[in-house]
C-alpha cells in the first residue's frame, strides 16, 4: 500500500512517499481501506523524535482517520466489510497515514452519511481532546466563564463551541486574522494576543483551557478566580506546576473509546458542534502539510486526502 512514512527521525523532509507492506487485522480488529487521515501536533513530534525513538523503520505516523471497513478479523461482530467508519488508533499505535490500517473494532465508531471522511477525520482526535477536557475534566456548567487559549486551532475551535453549547461564556485569544473565524464558533469576547496581554484584560475565570504551552500556559493561571480549574493539553504529559494553591491544574487524559467518537458525531449532526475548517493535502504532500501545522498558525485542521 501506499503511505507517508519516515526512516530516521528529522525534519519534515524526512517524510517520504511510496509502498510499506499492508498491516494485517489481528483479532477483533477490523483492516480500514483509510481515505482521509488528519494531521495532529502529535505527529511531528513523533517525527521530530519528541517523544523519543520509534521502535521500527519505516514509521508511518497517523493518529486518527476516517475509512471504509475492508475485513473484519475473528471476534468481530459490530462491523461488516464495507461500512463506513473512522477513529482514533489506540494509544502507542500510529499508521493512519495510510491507505489501510488495522485497529481495534472496539474503540472504532460508524461515520455517518452526513460528514464526509475529511470531516470525520477532523473531528476524531481533536473532538475526543475537546470533549475530554472541556466535560470530563473541566466539567464546565452552564453560566461558567472559560478562557481557551489558542481558539483557531483544532482542539480549540471545537472547545469553544462545546463550551458555548454547555452554555458557558467563552474568551478566547487569536491573532487579528482569526478574530471573525473564533467569532463564528461562538467565542463571546476575541483577545488578539499579540497586541494584547490576555493576563491584563482577563481575571476572574471559573476555567481556563489551555492548548497554546509554554509561556502561555504558566500565565493562564493568573486569569482564575480562587477556586478555578485549568486544564493543558500543550505542556507534555503533566499539566504545569500552579503557582497558586487555591485552583487546580489538569493534563486530561486522552483516553479512546467509540462512546465519546459517537458523542462528538451526535453533536455535530445535531448542529451543536462545526466540524472545523480544514485545509486538504494529498498524503504525497506530507512533508509540506507537517511544515505547515509545525509553524503553529494553521486555522482548524489539515487533512490527507488519502485514495
Ligand atoms: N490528546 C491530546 O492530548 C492532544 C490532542 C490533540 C492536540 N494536542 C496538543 O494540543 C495542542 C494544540 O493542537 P491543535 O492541533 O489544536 O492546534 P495547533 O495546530 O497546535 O495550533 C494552531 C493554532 O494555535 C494558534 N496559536 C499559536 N500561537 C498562539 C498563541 N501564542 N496564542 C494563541 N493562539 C496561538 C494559532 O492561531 P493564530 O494564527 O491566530 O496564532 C493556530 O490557529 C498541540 O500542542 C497538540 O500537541 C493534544
Known amino acids: 500500500m501506499k503511505a507517508a512514512f519516515f526512516m530516521r527521525h528529522g525534519g519534515p523532509e524526512v517524510l517520504q512517499y511510496g509502498d510499506v507492506p499492508d498491516p494485517v487485522a489481528g483479532v477483533g480488529e477490523v483492516l ?3 481515505h482521509a487521515a488528519s494531521v495532529n501536533a502529535a505527529d511531528w513530534k513523533m517525527r521530530a523524535g519528541g517523544y523519543g525513538p520509534v ?7 497517523g493518529r486518527d482517520f476516517s475509512g471504509v471497513v475492508a475485513a473484519v478479523s475473528e471476534g468481530v461482530s459490530d462491523f461488516k466489510v464495507g461500512d463506513p467508519v473512522f477513529g482514533v488508533c489506540d494509544v502507542g499505535q500510529e499508521g ?3 491507505e489501510k490500517i488495522a485497529i481495534k473494532a472496539a ?18 482526535l481533536a473532538g475526543l481532546t475537546a470533549l475530554v477536557s472541556i466535560e470530563d475534566t473541566l466539567q464546565l456548567t452552564r453560566g461558567e466563564t472559560i478562557l481557551i487559549q489558542g481558539g483557531a486551532g483544532g482542539v480549540a475551535g471545537l ?20 478574530h471573525a473565524y473564533v467569532r463564528r464558533l461562538g467565542a463571546d469576547e476575541v483577545i488578539d494576543y499579540r497586541t494584547e496581554d490576555f493576563a491584563r484584560k482577563v481575571s476572574g475565570c471559573d476555567a481556563v ?3 497554546v504551552g509554554g509561556e502561555v500556559a504558566l500565565k493562564s493561571f493568573a486569569v482564575l478566580r ?4 485549568a486544564a493543558f493539553i500543550a505542556s507534555g504529559a503533566a499539566a504545569p506546576a500552579s503557582p497558586r494553591s487555591d485552583v487546580r491544574a489538569f493534563r486530561p487524559q486522552v483516553g479512546r473509546d467509540r462512546r ?14 462545526r466540524p472545523p475548517e480544514i485545509t486538504r493535502y494529498p498524503l504525497s504532500e506530507a512533508a509540506e502539510a507537517h511544515a505547515v501545522s509545525e509553524g503553529r498558525h494553521l486555522r482548524g485542521k489539515l487533512v490527507f486526502d488519502v485514495r
Open 32 to 34: 480500514v481501506d483509510v
Open 159 to 178: 472547545a469553544i463551541q462545546l463550551a458555548k453549547h454547555i452554555g458557558a461564556r467563552v474568551i478566547t485569544t487569536a491573532s487579528a486574522a482569526n
Open 107 to 124: 474503540i472504532v465508531a460508524g461515520k455517518p452519511e452526513a460528514l464526509s471522511h475529511a470531516e470525520c477525520a477532523a473531528l476524531a
Open 209 to 211: 483551557f489551555d492548548t
Open 260 to 273: 465519546h467518537l459517537e458523542r462528538i458525531i451526535a453533536l455535530a449532526l445535531a448542529g451543536a458542534v
Open 55 to 61: 521502535s521500527r523503520f519505516p514509521y508511518v505516523p
Open 226 to 229: 480562587s477556586g478555578g480549574r
Open 96 to 98: 493512519a497515514y495510510a
